[in-house]
């Protein structure tokens, strides 16, 4: 259940309907760690409502989605653009119940050049 409220508040978000994701997944007591925000609700959502104006074409693709107890940690791949390379971002979930108290978010730009034949995907 969990899993698919941290995917769903992922795709709002990313879609540009960041406050109807606060609206039905957050708690109040919510807080994040996003060191280029301050750590409340409005400022983050504010910031995810501007991302999705500035690229309203953003690529958002799930590749995977990990829960265990009350965390949720999901790996994606955003692009901004059709053409541009994207970040690998992490988002770690923490729930009370089925609302998001807090939340953690690491990013790694993708490279045009890998030495890695894996991917990062």
Known sequence: MKKQIAQEFLKLAAKGHSHEAFRLHV???????????????????????ESAKKNPNKIFTIHHILEEENLVAVHSHIKQTLNDLGIAVVHIFRFESDKIVELWDLGQAVPDKMLNENGMF
């Open 27 to 49: 708690s109040k007591d919510f807080k994040h760690h996003n060191v280029y925000f301050k750590g409340d609700a409005d400022t983050l959502m504010l910031a995810m409502e």
